[in-house]
T-cell receptor, first 113, second 113 residues
Framework: DQQVKQNSPSLSVQEGRISILNCDYT??????FLWYKKYPAEGPTFLIS?????DKNEDGRFTVFLNKSAKHLSLHIVPSQPGDSAVYFC????????????FGKGTKLTVNP | NAGVMQNPRHLVRRRGQEARLRCSPMKGHSHVYWYRQLPEEGLKFMVY????????ESGMPKERFSAEFPKEGPSILRIQQVVRGDSAAYFC???????????FGPGTRLTVL
């Protein structure tokens, strides 16, 4: 039973355009959400997070949007750069903090020069 | 400030042997988490520890797996009598509190022959 779903295994975009990565969740107890980026043979790197009390959080080229009624969040990267090519994981926490993260399966983003 | 360190990076064991994976959290971090990633899957939570205490081990298999985080030294994930299905990447993460994002190490890739 997958509580965090990333339905697109892969996404390809042109350099300079917007990348939109999507994530759906089923557990209404989740109240803290994070995005991680992962390169091959490395550990995940934290990108950005959002609490359920907000609907948007922005950090430079990265913006995360949360739609609680739809149980959906998305990560926008603009403008996309070739160095953004990686696997992106959506994660959610069932408690007030970031304990016991539940991860999606990831979306492989390829940014073409 | 060094990041989360894990060793070894690669570990090969034969069926029935023991595997010991080590994790040194970031300086100042007293919360440690272990996750396992099977091929083509997301990371799955295994155990959450603070110094000398196991806080949540709900993701740990009931047999053969154990974890500790002693007062001095790294956190250890121990797998006894390994089987082929234990082959995976094992990631350790740390955080200063349970209300912060988790920072991941590079992982240990366990191969069971």
């Amino acid at each position: 039973d997958q509580q965090v779903k990333q339905n697109s295994p892969s996404l390809s975009v042109q350099e300079g355009r917007i990348s939109i990565l999507n994530c759906d969740y089923t557990n209404s107890m989740f109240d803290y959400f994070l995005w991680y980026k992962k390169y091959p043979a490395e550990g995940p790197t934290f990108l950005i997070s959002i609490s359920s009390i907000k609907d948007k959080n922005e950090d430079g080229r990265f913006t995360v949007f949360l739609n609680k009624s739809a149980k959906h969040l998305s990560l926008h990267i603009v403008p996309s750069q070739p160095g953004d090519s990686a696997v992106y994981f959506c994660a959610a926490s069932p408690q007030g903090g970031s304990e016991k993260l539940v991860f999606g399966k990831g979306t492989k983003l390829t940014v073409n020069p | 400030n060094a990041g989360v360190m894990q060793n070894p990076r690669h570990l090969v064991r034969r069926r029935g042997q023991e595997a010991r994976l080590r994790c040194s959290p970031m300086k100042g971090h007293s919360h440690v988490y272990w996750y396992r990633q099977l091929p083509e899957e997301g990371l799955k939570f295994m155990v959450y520890l603070q110094k000398e205490n196991i806080i949540d081990e709900s993701g740990m298999p009931k047999e053969r797996f154990s974890a500790e985080f002693p007062k001095e030294g790294p956190s250890i994930l121990r797998i006894q009598q390994v089987v082929r299905g234990d082959s995976a990447a094992y990631f350790c993460a740390s955080s200063p509190t349970s209300y912060n994002e988790q920072f991941f190490g590079p992982g240990t890739r366990l191969t069971v022959l």
